[in-house]
């Protein structure tokens, strides 16, 4: 069964960083692109960034890009996000979402893990 | 980037009734359209890839179509359990952009 844990979220000051994480299991991981989409309270979702199969290409939406580094631990099946400088406005649910493996639709997502940025 | 707009931003029918969620992008996306499905607390579920190729597990009463710009998902006959927010979202170019959602209800 193919499962995505997300953990690491959590109230941090404006300014401050975070890391999260994304386990994953049940499939087999250096075989799929990985993305995070967030959801801020009450609003649609959005694409943060998404990652190559071996690491090597990283796509990220502009609003996050120089603050924001997705990676990843093929050994380990894990999926990261590095957040600094981090805004009011990044107040979100994150999800972790795995790409099909032909591509173009995410096909599993965890269930998200809540990042609150607020003094 | 790529601007999805959906319509309507609400839909509100009966059991029974067929519903027909529209979204439109700015330029051509080909078929990179994709369809979630999300319900209150839940993260979203994948519909349609490809704007018309049914994921594993989607009931029959799904269907997409479209090309180019303008695509179309639609409920053949509701059911109580179709109550939530859906959205399209395109992976023809980066960044990858989603529409802002349609809220279907069921009466």
């Known amino acids: 069964e193919v499962q995505l844990v997300e953990s690491g979220g959590g109230l941090v000051l404006p300014g401050g960083s975070l890391r999260l994480s994304c386990a994953a299991s049940g499939f087999t991981f250096n075989s799929h692109w990985m993305s995070w989409v967030r959801q801020a309270p009450g609003k649609g979702l959005e694409w943060v960034a998404s990652?190559?199969?071996?690491?090597?290409?990283?796509y990220y939406v502009d609003s996050v890009k120089g603050r924001f580094t997705i990676s990843r631990d093929n050994a380990k099946n894990s999926l990261f996000l590095q957040m600094t400088s981090l805004r009011a406005e990044d107040t979100a649910i994150y999800y972790c979402?795995?790409?099909?493996?032909?591509?173009?639709?995410?096909?599993?997502w965890g269930q998200g893990t809540l990042v609150t940025v607020s003094a | 980037e790529i601007v999805l707009t959906q319509s309507p931003a609400t839909l509100s029918s009966s059991p029974g009734e067929r519903a027909t969620l529209s979204c439109r992008a700015s330029q051509s996306v080909s078929s990179h359209l994709v369809w979630y499905q999300q319900k209150p607390g839940q993260a979203p579920r994948l519909l349609i890839y490809?704007?018309?190729n049914g994921a594993t597990g989607t009931p029959a009463r799904f269907s997409g179509s479209g090309s180019g710009s303008d695509f179309t998902l639609t409920i053949s006959s509701l059911e109580p359990e179709d109550s939530a927010v859906y959205y399209c979202q395109q992976r023809c170019d980066w960044p990858i952009t989603f529409g802002q959602g349609t809220r279907l209800e069921i009466k």
């Open positions: 490809g704007a018309s």
């Open positions: 990652i190559k199969q071996d690491g090597s290409g990283q």
């Open positions: 979402a795995r790409d099909r493996l032909q591509g173009r639709a995410d096909d599993y």
